[in-house]
């Protein structure tokens, strides 16, 4: 059932088995696991069921390092939470995202990959595209079959994303959860502080109040934090939990997408090409995966680099005058200017007759046909996970008098080199196939460039303490009855958009609550 | 033995020829001058002479210790010591090359562009067979 916090009583206590605080993928889909049980479930949700501008405002923060979106644009306070500005890209996290690298540092989850399979696929189920596939048999049977291009297993592999019409939770479950006997949904309902019980190992109570100043408490024997990536951390700092080892906070990471070059085909008539180029143009982009290439973990082991993959964008137009004005007045004209353009079409030809095909390229590509010649790299890129990345408590407060946030992005050395080297091992496999040929354009972060709007890392999963805010189970350490939903508790991001993977996350932690809240 | 131009074997005509490889014998063939090589290599972008100048001369501009006909030759002609006999096998020679040289990471970087070494340096070696550059 749905309620609204303004319409309760003045300092109304309400009691549940587990209080869910975030109405955002990880907590809506933890309520709909908690439909027709026997636990009472309340769902605090700080917004309504539309955006408002004062309750969004409570988002607003500092940017002090690098470049990063404005806090209160990034990330979204009502019902649904972030999923209502979700892209609906979908891929699974690797077996290598899960494993502890020296080369790496602070790499590792408590958890395998195997260990997730099970929730990813019920995750396909609850979001409603059912099974799909993420390796290269699976991008070849989204293309009715074309042949995959024969990577060496030792240098690199293809991997599919998946693309599906993005799902607002609020919209898509707040049906099933209004008519559901045994959770509620209290709408406009902000926490505000988690208090403790008396011998500090437990969570007692939590705090909430509506902007119109209404105040109450929840009492209830599992609490569940699910406010986002951001957001879960300062409600730790603020409570004071889950911070004996000076974690919570840190480790902030997003997914940067560098525009990192671009590449020339051999052979613009190759359909292997087709999977890669996307979006494309004779393809209705729902339900056709994209492919992107992904370095070995023996070449990531060999070059220290962290796993990475690279996606390519097709460009119509690649040498049209229009075009390279287009992307002048965009502000990316260093990326595309003339002399890129004609020392690409110079190359093109040489290596074309060098293979002895393609000697009418030229003609083809101004008749107007649909040819694959260009395309442009971007990198799906991760960031080693950095203690110095981190978001902290500002002397700003909202309107309840907590402290705003102050977000410190950081991007190190390691990360750059980790772009540069992915460019150069695709580069060099491909080379090595006769397919293409690449330009590697990203030589340092840029002041300003793409990232994932992808919050993670702030309460990090490890079995260690010292090492992470949250365990195997994302119970927060030393805490009997709190737990920690959501991107925040990646330890690493993979080069994988993490709703698709915080769900499956979710359903984990529902049934681990099943069995023992 | 001082190598002759093959300007002057082709002059000869070819019972001329004949007399001369039997005089000098058959290891001038197989060892072919990087002369030699230098120019039927700079053959292979016949067609595409315009696009090769233009990779050359910007890969010379950044590597000027290759900027002669013979080094680029012989660094072309590697262990191989000899070009297959005709303009197919030798372009496929080329491309089997081109290959390996990403294999193996012998690559090199021109205005950004991640190139094998061995397309490259046929691209300067057509360029320094004549012909203004780009």
Known sequence: MFNDARQLSQNQTLEADICIIGGGPAGITIACEMIGTRNKVILLESGGLELEPETQDLYRGQNIGRHYYDLDICRLRFFGG???????????????????????????????????????????????????????????????????????????????????RPMHFGEKFGPELKKADNVTVMLHANALQIDRSGSGTAVDRVRYATLDGKKGLVRARTFILATGGIENARMLMISNIGNDHDLVGRFFMDHP????????????????????????????????????????????????????????????????????????????????DQSTATFGENLRNVISDIDGIARDTSHRLRS????????????????????????????????????????????????????????????????????????????????SFDYGYHH??????????????????CRVHGMANLYVAGSSVFPTSGNSPPTYNLVALALRMADHLKMNA | MKALSRRAVLVSG?????????????????????????????????????????????YLQCTPHEANRETLASLLKGDAGTLPANAEEIRRYLRDRIRQDFAQDRITEVEGWLLSKTEVRLCAITTLSGGPHV
Not at chain 1, 128 to 148: Q, R, T, V
Not at chain 1, 258 to 285: E, F
Not at chain 1, 294 to 321: C, D, L, T
Not at chain 1, 412 to 422: E, L, N, Q, W, Y
Request: aromatic share 12%.
């Open chain 1, 82 to 164: 972030t999923s209502n500005h979700w892209g609906g890209w979908i891929r699974r996290l690797q077996p290598m995202d899960f494993v502890k690298r020296p080369w790496v540092p602070y790499s590792g989850w408590p958890i395998t990959h195997d260990d997730l399979i099970p929730y990813w696929e019920r995750a396909e189920v609850l979001m409603g595209f059912g099974p799909i596939g993420f390796d290269a048999l699976a991008l070849s049977k989204g293309y009715d079959g074309i042949k995959p291009f024969p990577f060496d297993p030792k240098h690199m592999h293809a991997e599919a994303t998946h693309w599906r």
């Open chain 1, 368 to 447: 107007g046909r649909t040819v694959l010649q260009m395309m442009e790299i971007g990198v799906l890129a991760q960031q080693a996970p950095n203690p110095n990345s981190r978001i902290t408590l500002d002397s700003e407060s909202d309107p309840f008098g907590l402290p705003r946030l102050k977000m410190h992005w950081q991007l190190t050395d390691f990360d750059r080199h980790g772009v540069i080297r992915t460019v150069h091992h695709v580069a060099r496999e491909l080379g090595r196939m006769g397919l293409a040929r690449i330009k590697l354009e990203f030589k340092d972060w840029a002041p």
């Open chain 2, 14 to 58: 070819a019972a001329a020829t004949a007399v001369l490889m039997a005089a000098i014998g058959w290891e001038f063939y197989s060892v072919q001058p990087e002369s030699y090589l230098a120019d039927d290599l700079s053959k292979v972008f016949a067609d595409y002479r315009e696009h090769a100048l233009y990779i050359g001369t910007r």
């Open chain 1, 456 to 473: 993670m890392g702030t309460t990090r999963m490890s079995n260690d303490p010292k090492m992470g805010v949250v365990d195997s189970n």
């Open chain 1, 257 to 336: 997408q560098p525009a990192a070059g671009m590449l020339v085909t051999i052979d613009d008539t190759d359909k292997r090409w087709t999977p890669y180029a996307y979006p494309h143009p004779d393809r209705h982009s729902e339900n056709v995966p994209a492919g992107c290439m992904v370095p070995s973990p023996e070449v990531q082991e060999r070059e220290g680099m962290i796993n990475n993959a690279v996606n390519f964008v097709f460009v119509p137009s690649y040498f049209s005058k229009g075009f390279s004005s287009l992307r002048r007045a965009m502000g990316k004209a260093e990326s595309y």
